[in-house]
């Protein structure tokens, strides 16, 4: 049913999507069966480089589909999926998911931009996670530099030899690092450089308060300054509104995430957003078209 609806189902579904719906959810059986079915659908994420504003990337987010349920977000059943190891199998679809994704866009004719794909703690301690994202690579023939993993400071620091090592592996293989929600975890910027990643997300908690709270602006201020000091690249996340942006733009932070340019989109929504940035005449640089 949800198929013979076509794109429009994702904006009527994105509004109400259901976040207490652990509880009428069974996995094991009829989540394989939903990955099999393709019940799951990657939503992006516009980032945006500061100060110019232009499209540079886009944050790939699952949602479930559910027949009966309809849209399911990523909060209520990711930890369901960890628990019951269905994360390998789903990550892996997300994997090879984005990076179809990417060759689609670059076939259509869109100027390359990057696309991030959230890991979780399981599915980065699998064994074979590296030569997946290398197999994925090679049969979508995507350029790696275009796919960026995202990852928190508590899956690193669960063993952090092994993770500095993994991530060398992935770094060989021409793919960005970046921490997620960073700020809401334990370590401290000098020990994550051990870490060789080159983006840092800030956490939105942070940037919820910019302009309001003097201590929260201090430390994004700080966290932004230490880490343009060790060339991290940084993101904010959550950004709502104008005076954030403002404030950010200040701060000397390279990149912008959030509900102020967009929510995250389903693909032939994507698109036009990109499209409709060219287009509006507030916007002199918006994603070029090749
Ligand atoms: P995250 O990676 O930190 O993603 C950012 C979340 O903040 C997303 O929620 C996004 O929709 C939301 N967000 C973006 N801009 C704003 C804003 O301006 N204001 C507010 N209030 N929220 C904003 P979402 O899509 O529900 O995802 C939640 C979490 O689920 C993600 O947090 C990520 O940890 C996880 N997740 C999503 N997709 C995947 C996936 O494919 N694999 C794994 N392992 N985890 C995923
Ligand atoms: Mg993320
Ligand atoms: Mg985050
Ligand atoms: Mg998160």
Same mark, same amino acid.
Request: negative net charge; hydrophobic residues 40%.
């Given at each position: ?54 499209? @540079? ?7 479930? =589909? ?60 699998? &064994? ?27 899956m690193l620091m669960a063993d952090a030899q092994q993770s500095i ?24 910027? &000098? ?5 060789? @990643?080159?983006?840092?997300? @800030? ?15 201090a430390i994004v201020k700080a966290t932004i300054a230490m880490a ?5 690249? =940084? ?9 954030? @942006? ?40 918006? =994603?070029?078209?090749?």
């Open positions: 049913r949800a198929k013979s609806m076509g794109h429009n189902m994702y904006v009527v579904y994105q509004n109400t999507m259901s976040d207490n719906s652990n509880a009428y959810l069974t996995l094991g059986g009829s989540f394989r069966k939903a990955i099999d079915e393709e019940q799951f659908v990657l939503f992006y994420q516009p980032k945006i480089r500061l100060p110019d504003e232009v499209v @540079i990337g886009a944050e790939a987010l699952i949602r479930w =589909v559910h027949p009966e349920l309809g849209m399911i977000s990523p909060d209520s059943f990711i930890p369901l999926a960890e628990e019951s190891g269905l994360i390998l199998p789903l990550g892996e679809w997300v994997i090879r998911r984005a990076c179809r994704q990417l060759q689609e866009w670059r076939e259509a004719g869109y100027a390359p931009i990057t696309i991030s794909v959230n890991l979780s703690s399981r599915q980065f301690m699998q &064994a074979d996670l590296v030569d997946m994202v290398r197999q994925a690579l090679e049969d979508t023939g995507v350029d790696p530099q275009y796919l960026e993993l995202e990852l928190t400071e508590s090592e993994k991530l060398h592996s992935f770094r060989k293989l021409g793919l960005t690092l970046s921490i997620d929600d960073f700020g809401t975890g334990y370590s401290s910027l &000098a020990y994550l450089k051990k870490f060789p @990643i080159q983006t840092l997300k @800030i956490d939105r908690s942070f940037i919820h308060d910019l302009g309001i709270d003097g201590d929260n602006d343009n000091g060790l060339s991290l690249k =940084v993101i904010a996340e959550g950004v709502e509104s104008r005076s954030q @942006i403002d404030s950010l733009n200040g701060y000397h932070c390279q990149e912008v995430q959030g509900y102020l340019f967009s929510k995250p989109l389903p693909d032939v929504e994507f698109r036009a957003f990109m499209q409709g940035y060219v287009a509006s005449p507030s916007c002199s640089k918006g =994603v070029l078209l090749q």
